[in-house]
């Protein structure tokens, strides 16, 4: 590949991170108007606000998942320092990128390096390994006890771009589901907790920039 078509191929990898930054710009300001909304709701209606949350969360998660998978068809950020360094300037949440056999090859969270998604249809992790055998697949998976340990986590997940593999993206769910049980608060604590959601998914996508404008500078040196 010559010098000009690498850099026609780093550009439309570094536009495609661009958009998705955009994106999750705007989903910042959709959780905000959320938390607007749950704080005058009344108290019978903390069922639907539970599900309205649980759908941004996928939309967010997905497209940071996305975002992911973009800056991993350039072999340079195919590195797990690199990875490390993204989720911890944008506030993202745990990565685990995988093999085409479903090994985890790249995370931030070293304990789960090499880790294999299960074959076993009943555990929890076993329905994001039809990732590895579909392309521009997506899926989201309720909050759960992870296979891997005694966590309840809410995770999703993509098909990578560059080759067969697993991205997903894991948040704690231990917070969300104690607030399940505080009826009596719900609707005062969603509130609260959608708006520092926001406030972080803004961060996320500033971060996100500062990075992506590094990278350029770097790449434009080298």
């Not at 006890?145 to 966590?151: G, I």
Request: aromatic letters at 6%.
């Amino acid at each position: 590949m010559s010098d000009s078509q690498k850099a026609d191929e780093l550009g439309k990898a570094i536009a495609g991170v661009e958009n998705l930054a955009n994106e999750i710009k705007q989903i910042s300001g959709d959780i905000k108007i959320l938390a607007i909304n749950s704080a005058i709701e009344a108290a019978h209606a903390t069922l639907s606000i539970q599900k309205l949350s649980e759908i941004l969360l996928d939309h967010l998660l997905v497209s940071q998942c996305w975002l992911v998978a973009e800056l991993f068809t350039i072999e340079a950020f195919r590195n797990n320092d690199y990875l490390k360094d993204l989720v911890r300037r944008t506030g993202m949440p745990n990565v685990y990128i995988t093999d085409e056999d479903g090994v985890v090859q790249y995370t931030n969270e070293d304990e789960i390096m090499g880790w294999r998604f299960p074959d076993d249809p009943k555990a929890q992790a076993f329905v994001f390994r039809e990732l590895l055998t579909r392309q521009n697949h997506v899926v989201c998976q309720k909050m759960q006890q992870r296979t891997s340990n005694t966590d309840v986590f809410k995770f999703v997940g993509v098909s990578r771009k560059d080759q067969p593999g697993i991205i997903q993206l894991g948040i704690r769910a231990t917070d969300i589901l104690r607030y399940q049980g505080e009826t009596g608060k719900v609707f005062s604590v969603i509130a609260q907790e959608i708006r520092k959601l926001s406030d972080e998914v803004a961060e996320v996508a500033k971060g996100l920039t500062n990075w992506l404008s590094d990278i350029k500078v770097l790449m434009r040196d080298s």
